[in-house]
């Protein structure tokens, strides 16, 4: 069974940066999403970028597209989110989370196997 360990949050000022990781133990997908999901305080869990990781296939919410890349390192098993220019708005736990096949790539119903999570704070 895969696990995933997100680290890389933290607080930072309106306009800054953070690169959060994600860690993977105990398998790993040839023909899988690899994803980057938040939810803020009293709202809904939101997809925020995938990874097809059969074709290299990116997709980003439209509130992230421009400011947040998703990456990936096979050799360390490590899944990336770089998130440049934050906003307040960005305030969220963020998660990375893995599934097998096709499907919405952003759709968080969609995914299985999910991190603890890694907490994001942007002051304005």
């Known amino acids: 069974q895969v696990q995933l360990v997100e680290s890389g949050g933290g607080s930072v000022q309106a306009g800054g940066s953070l690169r959060l990781s994600c860690a993977a133990s105990?398998?790993?997908?040839?023909?899988?999403?690899l994803g980057w999901f938040r939810q803020a305080p009293v709202k809904e869990r939101e997809g925020v970028a995938a990874i097809w990781t059969r074709t290299g296939s990116l997709y980003y919410a439209d509130s992230v597209k421009g400011r947040f890349t998703i990456s990936q390192d096979n050799a360390a098993n490590t899944l990336y989110l770089q998130m440049n220019s934050l906003k307040p708005e960005d305030t969220a736990m963020y998660y990375c989370?893995?599934?097998?096949?096709?499907?919405?790539?952003?759709?968080?119903?969609?995914?299985?196997?999910w991190g603890q999570g890694t907490q994001v704070t942007v002051s304005s």
């Open positions: 989370a893995a599934r097998r096949g096709g499907g919405s790539p952003l759709n968080p119903s969609e995914y299985n196997i």
């Open positions: 105990g398998g790993t997908y040839s023909s899988a999403f």
